[in-house]
């Protein structure tokens, strides 16, 4: 799992799986304040916007519980990371909750159950979202492309490891996989972090896929030979015309899927769209330390005598780095936008703007 809440003598504690050091080994993290909660999310230790979103519901019922100021907790935790809009979500909830058990005369440890009980009931709408979002884009390829096994290309990583439960994205290839219709997932390694390489493929490895790694460069060639059949990617926030932020190297595959004719499909819960940023040019992208570029960094310590977490040069000392983590997509690039409420197809302001009114998400939360 991800991310689990525990409570041990000691006082409770939010444990997540560190993913800074996956595939090599599954070692836990364990964060008993918001700090620390911080510095996970912004090393990416937990990482992706979903799972994000539990993070900072957990966070706050964690600053709650051991007794730290909730706001100022809220405050630090909404912005360790400024693109995947579930983290605001997720952090508004827990301490709406938290103020709103203040606010009926409850005592600090009654409060601090109500921001745990609200961080637990989105991990619960998470895990169904997922669900329902693999159920619709099962649905939609089916509908798209011939049957007798897909190619489907994926960036990043949307799994369970983003999740409270299979995932967005993966989630669907998962589901295809077990219909017997996954031909191969083709797993870009999504430099400079490699999230493709040490986490996709580690989950893909897990479930049994016929998956095959590729340098993110190498996609145009695989488009070019027919050897893709759809792209299904996740989202970290969907503006209110339908532009798509995720994962820096998104963008360039929708280009391709478009001038290849094929389906460019994203999968993300109704907790990623957000309606009060108008257009792509509003999202904020977060620029991330070139030295996550100029350098190799091995997370772990498989070499000998390498420290875990350190980076070996591979540019000229001082060489700047342009590291923004994601690029924007534009509705128009978009096949589809599958969420646990239904698909949008074509994407366009109206198709997010009658979801939103229908969702769960558009009831009223995401303005707390
Ligand atoms: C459901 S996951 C969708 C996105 O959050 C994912 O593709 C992604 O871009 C994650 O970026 P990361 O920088 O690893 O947090």
């Known amino acids: 799992m991800a991310l689990r809440w525990e409570e041990p003598p000691e006082g409770p504690v939010l444990v997540l799986l560190d993913q800074t050091r996956l595939p090599a080994e599954e070692v836990d993290l364990v964060c008993t304040d918001v700090p620390a ?75 601090a159950a109500a921001a745990l009980a609200e961080a637990r009931a989105l991990h619960r709408e998470d895990a169904e979202a997922s669900d329902r979002m693999a159920a619709h884009g099962q649905a939609l390829l089916d509908e798209l492309l011939p049957a007798g096994g897909h190619r489907i290309l994926t960036h990043c990583n949307t799994g369970a490891l983003v999740s409270g439960g299979e995932g967005t994205a993966l989630a669907v290839v998962k589901a295809v996989h077990r219909a017997g219709q996954l031909r191969r997932l083709w797993v870009d390694e999504t430099r ?47 503006a209110a015309d339908g532009s798509v932020a995720n994962k820096v190297g998104s963008y360039p595959l929708a280009v391709l899927a478009r001038y290849h004719h094929v389906p460019f499909v994203v999968v993300a819960p ?97 303005s707390i």
């Not at 990482?47 to 630090?76: H, Q, T």
């Not at 058990?101 to 409060?111: G, L």
């Not at 960094?297 to 000998?304: F, L, R, V």
């Open 270 to 366: 109704t907790t990623t769209v957000d309606p009060a940023t108008p257009d792509g040019a509003s999202i904020e992208v977060e620029q991330r330390p070139g030295h996550e570029v100029t350098d190799i960094t091995i997370p772990y310590a498989p070499i000998a005598g390498h420290e875990a977490g350190t980076g070996v040069p591979v540019a000229p000392l001082g060489t700047q780095a342009h590291n923004p983590a994601f690029d924007v997509t534009p509705p128009e690039l978009v096949t589809a936008i599958v969420t646990e409420d239904g698909v949008i197809s074509p994407v366009t302001a109206d198709g997010i703007a009658e979801l939103w009114s229908r969702s769960r998400s558009g009831n009223g939360m995401m």
């Open 37 to 111: 909660l911080v510095e996970a999310i912004r090393s990416l230790a937990v990482r992706g916007a979903p799972l994000l979103g539990l993070a900072g519901a957990y966070g706050i019922a964690l600053a709650a519980a051991r007794g730290f100021d909730v706001d100022e907790a809220a405050e630090s935790l909404a912005h360790a990371r400024p693109t995947a809009v579930n983290l605001g979500y997720g952090v508004r909830r827990a301490v709406a909750a938290y103020h709103a058990a203040i606010r009926d005369d409850a005592d600090d440890a009654q409060a």
């Open 192 to 238: 400079p972090l490699l999230q493709g390489a040490r986490l996709t493929a580690y989950e893909a490895a897990r479930a049994g896929m016929a998956y095959t790694l590729l340098a993110d460069n190498a996609a145009g060639s695989l488009f070019a030979a027919g050897e893709v059949d759809a792209v299904l990617i996740g989202a970290d926030r969907i």
